[in-house]
């Protein structure tokens, strides 16, 4: 005389984010006819998913590796889609862009679709070449080429005010 009344429900899905962008980290090696760029990125995701982000205008995709697995995936026009497993993966994009460096060089942007965290960006400039300022958004780097050249020209200014030298101040 017994029974048993089981009942199954899907449970809901929580509202939120699916995918997280742990860490990111934009190279550029600008050359002198062209910039070749190299995006590596950390991404966490709860679900299998396509995940697009914009490269920069005329950008030439060279090589997209996921978790060291090399895709064949090709950009259609500026948008690339990237084939996202649940879990962690590790993506390392490579491209390059027609235009080198010149007198100023200005870093093409990428928008990866999502907010991301550890963001890094590194400008690997050619030996020849001297690095004098820097802008954009948030913290930049510290430019010591600056406090050094004050540096040197207040003690060249202190050491011509030393009257046993026989060295001008112009001189120094």
Do not use: C
């Amino acid at each position: 005389g017994e029974s048993l009344e089981i009942k199954v429900e899907r449970p809901q899905a929580v509202a939120g984010q699916t995918l997280t962008i742990d860490q990111s980290y934009l190279t550029a090696t600008p050359g002198a006819r062209a910039s070749d760029y190299r995006l590596f990125m950390v991404l966490r995701s709860s679900r299998g998913l396509e995940h697009s982000l914009d490269l920069p205008q005329g950008a030439v995709l060279q090589k997209v590796t996921i978790n060291g697995i090399e895709f064949p995936i090709r950009a259609v026009g500026q948008k690339l889609s990237l084939p996202i497993k649940p879990g962690r993966q590790e993506v390392d994009i490579r491209w390059r862009v027609e235009g080198g460096v010149g007198l100023i060089y200005r870093n093409d942007s990428v928008k990866l679709g999502l907010p991301s965290v550890n963001s890094k960006v590194e400008v690997n400039l050619p030996s020849d070449r001297w690095l004098l300022a820097v802008g954009g958004e948030g913290m930049g780097p510290a430019i010591l080429f600056w406090s050094k050249l004050i540096l040197l020209l207040l003690l060249a200014i202190a050491l011509g005010r030393v009257s046993w030298i026989p060295v001008s101040r112009w001189q120094w």
